[in-house]
């Protein structure tokens, strides 16, 4: 599935129609380069579920916690954790495996600890229409378990 986006509201609006379809226990990777909205399409997802407060790139805190009227959200940057092994991120289990929904900026950086129904968001720029214009891909992808 592929939205258009041209602004940070437009994003915003986008990831609330997305977060309609999430539940606990969810986690969505989202990936995108720096600048592409990320942030925006959690602050989106966020005031879907009622959180009325601030959400801010968890970059040097690694996680947020967002407690909305309606759900629990978990906001990872996992962009300090790019060569971190699988053993190092054991305590993400946690979250992963949890009740709340877990929304990860960077999520290609810790790919091989994420859960087999995990749910990907890829934001491009478009920068051919314009610098506030984005792509918006949402694809659920079921990870192959090598034995």
Sequence with gaps: MKFISNSKEETQSIAKQIAAGLKAGDVVAISGELGAGKTAFVRGVADFFGFGGDVTSPTFTLVNEYGGADMMLYHFDAYRLENANADELDWLDDYLFGEGICLIEWAEYISPVLPENT??????KLRENGDDYRE????????EIIC
């Design 136 to 143: 918006i891909t949402v694809r659920e992808q079921k990870k």
């Design 119 to 124: 749910v990907y968001i890829d934001i491009s």
